[in-house]
């Protein structure tokens, strides 16, 4: 039971929780990897810029669980002993503050850091790409995010039963995010949104959200993180995800 509760809190971490039913995850997951479309057998990218719903998950789960030395552990460890670990305390209130974009720094972190339940953002705002994150900040969420999916896979037995890739999430170079951009294009998946990140109606929220297409903001204030920004530039981001496939037994 603690293991299937675990599965369904991490739903929403990997983007799944809008098209994907936990009991057609495995057989899904091996055709793409979570929250993305694909731009070649080997990579694929998510459909729109990581949103503040989606950061927040993060942001909690550091609260609650996540950090570098957890995310050692929990490539060693079986998936009992990732379950039965926790937090001692504060202990990761400082990566929590760390990794706070720029519109959280007035946060009062010390009750913040407490009130693991509480919404970090605007909950009229949670669907709009979260700002003012810098490239250490998005460089570790990708890392994040990956790991996360890494313990549902090690959760859940019906992996076995297909043969599913290794999923690893980064930040994109620039030559990436062109290539993809001309890639969709070509096949006519691409949606181009003139107006900034934090301004996208509540009425246009649904169709942004449902759209397949590949989400690109043209705006001269926005500028997407790569993997060869400036660690002093903060932004928006999203993540690529390297598909590589285990040899056959």
């Known amino acids: 039971m603690k293991n299937t509760l675990l ?3 991490l739903i929403p971490f990997l983007g799944l ?3 994907l039913s936990v009991n057609n995850l495995p057989k899904k997951l091996a055709k793409k990897a979570p929250g993305t479309i694909k731009i070649s057998d080997q ?3 998510d459909k729109r810029p990581v949103d503040e719903s989606m950061y927040q998950e993060f942001l909690q789960s550091i609260q609650s669980y996540w950090n570098d030395e957890r995310s050692k552990e929990i490539r060693s460890n079986s998936i009992q002993e990732i379950l039965g670990s926790s937090n001692n305390g504060k202990m990761n209130q400082p990566l929590f ?3 706070l974009p720029t519109a959280l720094k007035s946060l009062d972190v ?15 705002t949670m669907h709009n790409p979260v700002v003012g994150i810098s490239k250490e900040q998005a460089a570790t969420y990708c890392k994040w995010r990956t790991d996360m999916l890494f313990i549902t896979q090690k959760n859940d037995k019906r992996w076995s039963d297909v043969t599913t890739p290794i999923y690893t999430y980064r930040l994109a170079t620039e ?24 301004q996208i109606a509540p009425t246009s929220a649904k169709s942004y959200l449902s759209s397949n297409d590949y989400q690109v903001f043209k705006n001269s204030s926005v500028v997407e993180i790569t993997s060869e920004s400036s660690e002093n530039e903060s932004n928006i981001f999203r993540c690529v995800c390297e598909v590589n496939y285990p040899e056959k037994r």
């Open 43 to 45: 990579l694929s990218i």
């Open 97 to 99: 503050t760390k990794m």
């Open 110 to 124: 010390d009750k913040a850091f407490k009130e693991n339940n509480s919404s970090l953002f605007e909950v009229a």
């Open 7 to 9: 599965l369904l809190l």
């Open 17 to 19: 929780s809008q098209d």
């Open 175 to 198: 030559e990436e995010l062109t290539m993809a951009t001309a890639h969709f294009e070509e096949k006519n998946r691409i949606n181009v949104i003139l107006t900034s990140p934090s």
